[in-house]
């Protein structure tokens, strides 16, 4: 999922980049200033977004990283008492 967001990311910013070229040959200074700035800004917030789900991710693999730890310690438990003698 988190791929995919990023791939996304990086295709709209080529488009973007693209859609500049071609503009470019047809205005003037100041109109390809404010449509630069325009693209710089939602490449930006793009990239902002993309850190808060790189961010976010990393916490969920953490969280998960500790889950299998605790679940590796219960198997290892469970295996333990399985090897004891039944008590009388």
């Given amino acids: 999922m988190h ?3 990023v791939d996304k990311i990086l295709v709209q ?3 973007l980049y693209k859609k500049l070229h071609k503009m470019r040959l ?3 200074l100041e109109e390809f200033e404010s ?3 325009e693209t710089i800004e939602q ?3 793009q990239l902002h977004t993309a850190s808060v789900l790189v961010g976010q991710l990393e916490i969920q693999i ?3 990283g500790k889950s299998l730890q605790v679940l590796g ?3 290892e438990t469970f295996i333990e008492q399985q090897k004891q003698p039944p008590s009388r």
């Fill in 43 to 45: 490449t930006l917030n």
């Fill in 35 to 37: 449509q630069t700035r």
């Fill in 3 to 5: 791929r995919s967001y």
């Fill in 26 to 28: 047809n205005m003037n």
């Fill in 13 to 15: 910013s080529l488009s």
């Fill in 62 to 64: 953490a969280e998960t």
């Fill in 73 to 75: 310690q219960l198997i």
